[in-house]
């Protein structure tokens, strides 16, 4: 990612809270590149969403029932993950990214562009963005800041089996 990119990244969602001063034990700096990584995981999360929700309203296959209630039930549990990581970036006292062109600035993942041939063409790009998800995970938990956010660390640890055991379903569709 080249240094523009990061740059922007970091002023794009402003991150001060006016009211009351968050004071958990937190330091400042530590709660400041957590809710960096938390802001680009909820971007990555809502594109991953908006891109499931398309493939289950768009896909035309022979198994387009089974398939189209297999995304129902992954793009439900990503909308109470995508809640669970904007409290946890307001719980620390900054703000979450909450609107589209900030979702497009902040995430890794690229949205959809045209129609699959059939759902195995959407499940396996889902699979490929679930993976990355997951890898950027892994690597923002090697994060010293992170792991000085003991509930932030626990919470993306938790996540990241979550998406594991669902990256592991989507594969499985896969030969
Ligand atoms: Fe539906």
């Known amino acids: ?13 402003k991150n001060e809270v006016k009211s009351m001063k968050v004071n958990i034990g937190l330091k400042e700096q530590d709660s400041k590149v957590v809710a960096e ?6 971007a990555d999360e809502h594109v991953f969403y908006i891109k499931t929700r ?3 309203w768009n896909l035309q296959s022979a ?5 189209h209630l297999f995304l129902e039930e992954i793009y439900t549990e990503f909308a109470t993950t995508i809640d669970d990581i904007a409290e946890r970036i307001r719980t620390i006292g900054h703000f979450a990214a909450g609107t589209m062109k900030e979702f497009l600035e902040l995430t890794n993942l690229k949205e959809l562009s ?4 059939n759902s195995l063409g959407y499940i396996e790009e889902l699979t490929k963005d679930l993976e990355a998800i997951i890898r950027s995970i892994r690597e923002n938990l090697q994060k010293e800041e992170v792991q000085n956010d003991l509930a932030t660390e626990d919470f993306l640890t938790a996540l990241l089996g979550d998406h594991e055991k669902t990256a592991w379903m989507l594969r499985s569709h896969l030969s």
Do not use: S, Y
């Open 37 to 42: 990584v938390l802001n680009q995981l909820l």
């Open 114 to 117: 045209g129609r699959k041939e």
């Open 63 to 67: 198994d387009f029932h089974p398939q």
């Open 1 to 13: 990612m080249d240094i523009g990119v990061q740059e922007k990244r970091k002023t794009l969602v």
């Open 54 to 56: 398309n493939a289950h």
